[in-house]
């Protein structure tokens, strides 16, 4: 069974930075596409962040250039590095494994002040 637990949420003001962790077992990160997404409320969960099997990493126009996904296949976690982070960003983020989806963890909520 696989299970995805994020971490590393808070609250931040506006142009800092968080870095949020997905722990997972039951895949191999290293094996499998993997993603961030996030939830904004009253919104839709989006993808925001994808890093393929093969380590090529796309990212949503919104967050191009201040979020980069990375992963330690040895700790077999993925990360999403959030620079200069803007009031639009607050939203719980989630990981996944956007080819199959699995069941969602509990996220992590980012909120980010003026």
């Known amino acids: 069974q696989v299970q995805l637990v994020e971490s590393g949420g808070g609250l931040v003001q506006a142009g800092g930075s968080l870095t949020l962790s997905c722990v997972v077992s039951?895949?191999?990160?290293?094996?499998?596409?993997m993603a961030w997404y996030r939830q904004a409320p009253e919104k839709q969960r989006d993808l925001v962040a994808r890093?393929?099997?093969?380590?090529?990493?796309t990212y949503a126009g919104a967050v191009k250039g201040r979020f980069t996904i990375t992963r330690d296949n040895a700790k077999n976690t993925v990360y999403l590095q959030m620079n200069n982070l803007k009031l639009e960003d607050t939203a719980v983020y989630y990981c996944?494994?956007?080819?199959?989806?699995?069941?969602w963890g509990q996220g992590t909520q980012v909120t980010v002040s003026s």
């Open positions: 996944n494994t956007p080819s199959s989806l699995r069941s």
């Open positions: 039951g895949i191999t990160v290293g094996r499998n596409d």
């Open positions: 890093i393929l099997g093969i380590g090529i990493t």
